[in-house]
């Protein structure tokens, strides 16, 4: 089976299938990652075959969370994930991408530019420095994937969140505990942990969760 069909099968488990052209431009991209690693750091999972587990498979788990998204951000992108993958099977959804390294982000304007995305913004800065940045939406999705601790994220995050925004921390097996320990910085941000979605990756079965917030006092208004 090649790694097409392997995609395509991991994806078909969680319901989230996707066209031909879908999975070829992923296998491109997670191509073109390796390509480049050879020359700067994008990511520390090199073998090919865990790569479409552990970055492009992960990085889809977010898909079932935007069937209604209008702006989506991701915080920390790094080498891309999960922020490519996610333009990539919804090429409508405008997603903008923070990394802190510039190489990183001269990495995604490559792949941004080779697929001919459009509602694209990939931006060399530190969160911290996002709010009143010229052109920034409220975002209704905020990502986070091993970037911070969830007092962090939430803090960075509250201030670009749109009127019923939510924010995602994408964790592993830890999350029950960092949810744990995290209870006066969610309580501080005025965050409440409105949704716990566990799985496990198809083939290493590590375990994943992502935790859902949104503001409190939506979340009130709502009930």
């Known amino acids: ?3 097409l069909d392997k995609l395509a099968a991991m994806l078909a488990q969680q319901q ?19 390509r480049w690693n050879q020359r700067i750091n994008l990511t520390a999972i090199t073998d090919p075959a865990e790569t479409l587990e552990k970055h492009l498979y992960d990085s889809l788990t977010l898909l079932p969370f935007l069937r209604d998204a209008q702006a989506f951000l991701d915080l920390g992108s790094g080498g891309g994930f999960p922020v490519i993958p996610v333009k990539i099977a919804k090429r ?4 903008w991408s923070v990394d802190s390294c510039g190489k990183k982000i001269t990495f995604q304007k490559h792949i941004a530019r080779a697929l001919k995305f459009s509602g694209f913004t990939a931006l060399s800065s530190r969160a911290e420095k996002l709010p009143g940045f010229p052109g920034l939406p409220r975002f ?11 007092g962090t994220i939430l803090g960075l995050s509250e201030p ?3 009127k019923n925004g939510v924010v995602i921390a994408m964790k592993g097996s830890e999350a029950e505990r960092e949810l744990a320990e995290a209870a006066a910085d969610i309580d501080l941000a005025q ?4 949704r716990q979605h566990h799985l496990r990756l198809p083939i290493s079965e590590a375990d994943r969760t992502l935790l859902v917030f949104s503001r ?3 979340l009130n208004s709502a009930g």
Not at 20 to 34: G, K, P, S
């Open 191 to 194: 965050m409440v942990c409105c």
């Open 16 to 34: 989230s299938p996707l066209s031909t052209q879908v999975l070829e431009e992923l296998i491109w991209f997670r191509d073109e990652l390796l």
């Open 1 to 3: 089976m090649n790694d």
């Open 160 to 162: 670009l969140l749109a």
């Open 92 to 95: 409508s959804l405008p997603v």
């Open 216 to 218: 409190k006092t939506e």
């Open 140 to 150: 209704d999705v905020v990502v986070a994937r091993a970037f911070a601790s969830i």
